[in-house]
DNA sequence: CAATTTTAAGACCAAATAGTCTTTAATAGG
DNA sequence: CCTATTAAAGACTATTTGGTCTTAAAATTG
């Protein structure tokens, strides 16, 4: 559903979401190793995100990305908007583009009301919230990937 | 979430068990007329989904391809598995391989719950009870875009 | 059995996504 | 102010998916 670079981005923020500051910046090397991502496509994916205003970075020794207050109101919906746009996520599962509650397409109810929910989850929460949330459900609920791998 | 070719295939085949018998064949080039479907890349399609026996065919004048007694047993799950394999619907919304119920992404209890029902859907019901379902419902929720222009 | 119509098969081309590499610019620290 | 370190920028390559085209083979009809 997600493209590659979606799923990298949303990881990706969210990760510097609980373990980066303004004064503790995290380098692409650090961040492409713990989330096991192809590092310079994760340099250029996080470039974007800057330009987004959904990242900040900053050059030079000690420097690299971070999330400042801006960026952590931003929604996970907000990151899939960027990168992949909202064509793929809203379009009818078998394609039509007719499809809708008024004209469904034979498994419009069993797919659309889902997505809805999803969606509405990822754009009502924010970053900061998210983050918080995973820190509250401990380890069993984080980013297991790279939260064990994280010292 | 699915590919155009799985798309194009699971609307080819309720289109066909629809429409089509064993002695009422429809040639590729009504089908991909009516489906809104590229030709070429639908013959092609049609075949390996000939070859999964998932269609059948007939060559020469008043050939095309219709759905048999197997054919119509299958179901939608089946299509997906031939065409897209099923890696890409039962992966984690993120990316994470080790994401499951007991080591869960921060997402996964939003969207894995819904993945497990819309593909109990997809196994549950064979093309032919899948048709009969459109066929209820009237043309409100039937393949609009070609029910529409079947004559 | 010949002509026509249709799928079968497979080589081919195009576009999107994924991923790499190299050069430049900014910044911190000695 | 020089050097090292980091992101920014953009050109480049690879892989996958989407889509086309051409030739062969099967079946029907006269």
């Given at each position: 559903m997600l493209s590659n670079a979606a799923q990298y981005a949303i990881r990706s923020i969210l990760y510097l979401a609980l373990y980066s500051s303004a004064t503790q910046r995290i380098r692409t090397k650090k961040i492409s190793q713990d989330l096991e991502v192809p590092q310079p496509f994760l340099a250029?994916?996080?470039?974007?995100?800057?330009?987004?205003?959904?990242v900040s970075s900053s050059k030079g020794p000690n420097g690299g990305f971070y999330l400042n207050k801006t960026n952590r109101n931003k929604t996970v919906w907000?990151?899939?908007?960027?990168?992949?746009?909202?064509?793929?996520?809203?379009?009818?599962?078998?394609?039509?583009?007719?499809?809708?509650?008024?004209?469904?397409?034979?498994?419009?109810?069993?797919?659309?009301?889902?997505?809805?929910?999803i969606k509405k989850d990822f754009k009502g929460k924010t970053i900061a919230q998210f983050s918080e949330e995973i820190k509250k459900r401990g380890t069993v609920l984080s980013l297991k990937d790279f939260d064990a791998l994280h010292k």
């Open positions: 250029k994916l996080l470039q974007r995100l800057g330009g987004a205003d959904l907000d990151i899939i908007v960027t990168v992949d746009g909202t064509e793929k996520f809203n379009q009818c599962f078998l394609g039509l583009h007719t499809c809708s509650d008024n004209n469904p397409c034979p498994v419009h109810f069993n797919v659309s009301p889902f997505k809805q929910i």
